[in-house]
T-cell receptor, first 115, second 111 residues
């Protein structure tokens, strides 16, 4: 069965610093990969997704993520964090074929941004 | 509508009462998920519907929880004999090509 691991429960970064949130997955083939963000009191919003092709994907709000097959990872990055990026971030993996298997979410990483 | 809608947005109930939470997915989305998010916690998967297949109920925490999806569209999550530990935000998401579109959630408070 597929699974997702977000090893960092909580991360604190200074405003303007770079950010990398880790995501590792377990899946038998190349999966579909997603990052979602949940800002305080807000709903879940898709940041970016990887289906195929270029392994570096760009998303909204200046975020990017890189699919590394050899490391089974899909880490989220941002070169310069803004205070408004404080939120909880969820990585998710889904099958890249049709059929019944559902998408699986990681446990989330809470990002705190300090001045 | 343009997105996933859920009703009610807030529900306060007494312990032992039954509640029904409704989700209206995006038209044409064949997959639908229910999640629970307790205060300060991540997403807890509850149930997954995909087309006409039997739902994946593996996340339902007890037999007090059930869900149905009528006509491949609207879904209802029912919690019977509510307990205080059921208090949480219940999120619905409809899905297309594995991408999930989340509703705003129903905040359930069990007194």
């Amino acid at each position: 069965a597929q699974s997702v691991t977000q090893p960092d429960i909580h991360i604190t970064v200074s405003e303007g610093a770079s950010l990398e949130l880790r995501c590792n997955y377990s899946y038998g083939a190349t999966p579909y990969l997603f990052w979602y963000v949940q800002s305080p009191g807000q709903g879940l919003q898709l940041l970016l997704k990887y289906f195929s092709g270029d392994t570096l994907v760009q998303g909204i709000k200046g975020f990017e993520a890189e699919f590394k097959r050899s490391q089974s990872s899909f880490n989220l990055r941002k070169p310069s964090v803004h205070w408004s990026d404080a939120a909880e971030y969820f990585c998710a993996v889904g099958p890249n074929s049709g059929g019944y298997q559902k998408v699986t979410f990681g446990t989330g990483t809470k990002l705190q941004v300090i001045p | 509508g343009a997105g996933v809608s859920q009703s009610p947005s807030n529900k306060v109930t007494e312990k032992g009462k039954d509640v029904e939470l409704r989700c209206d997915p995006i038209s044409g989305h064949t997959a639908l998920y229910w999640y629970r998010q307790s205060l300060g916690q991540g997403l807890e998967f509850l149930i997954y519907f995909q087309g006409n297949s039997a739902p994946d109920k593996s996340g339902l925490p007890s037999d007090r929880f059930s869900a149905e999806r009528t006509g491949g569209s609207v879904s209802t999550l029912t919690i019977q004999r509510t307990q205080q530990e059921d208090s949480a935000v219940y999120l619905c998401a409809s899905s297309f090509l594995q991408e999930q579109f989340f509703g705003p959630g129903t905040r359930l408070t069990v007194l």
